[in-house]
């Protein structure tokens, strides 16, 4: 299993970032999947989580601004972050929404900064 994370940076209030997770290893298109972040000196959450069937929710912090989305054919999921705050600034990780231990570890995330 290799989740690989890309597409964050430094972005000012207000702004917009596109993440993506290239997925391989296992049969992306049959499981959940979720994003996730991780702030300094704070928990880990889940901010956006997609079905196999393409069923979303979305923590209450990130709804209507945040969209998450699959693609199946190229077995990756995106994260569209809209009108950021520096509230959202953290690490971002996508991973398997399973209770199998195979799917347990974490790949290495994307920060993501909001700041002026």
């Known amino acids: 299993v290799q989740l690989v994370e890309s597409g964050g940076g430094l972005v000012q209030p207000g702004g917009s970032l596109r993440l993506s997770c290239a997925a391989s290893?296992?049969?992306?298109?049959?499981?959940?999947m979720g994003w996730y972040r991780q702030a300094p000196g704070k928990q880990r959450e889940l901010v956006a989580a997609?079905?196999?069937?393409?069923?979303?929710n979305y923590a209450d912090s990130v709804k209507e601004r945040f969209t998450i989305s699959r693609d199946n054919a190229k077995n990756t999921v995106y994260l569209q972050m809209n009108s950021l705050n520096p509230e959202d600034t953290a690490v971002y990780y996508c991973?398997?929404?399973?209770?199998?231990?195979?799917?347990?570890?974490w790949g290495q995330g994307t920060q993501v900064t909001v700041s002026s």
């Open positions: 997609i079905t196999s069937g393409g069923i979303t």
């Open positions: 290893g296992f049969i992306f298109r049959i499981y959940d």
């Open positions: 991973k398997v929404i399973s209770t199998m231990t195979r799917f347990d570890s």
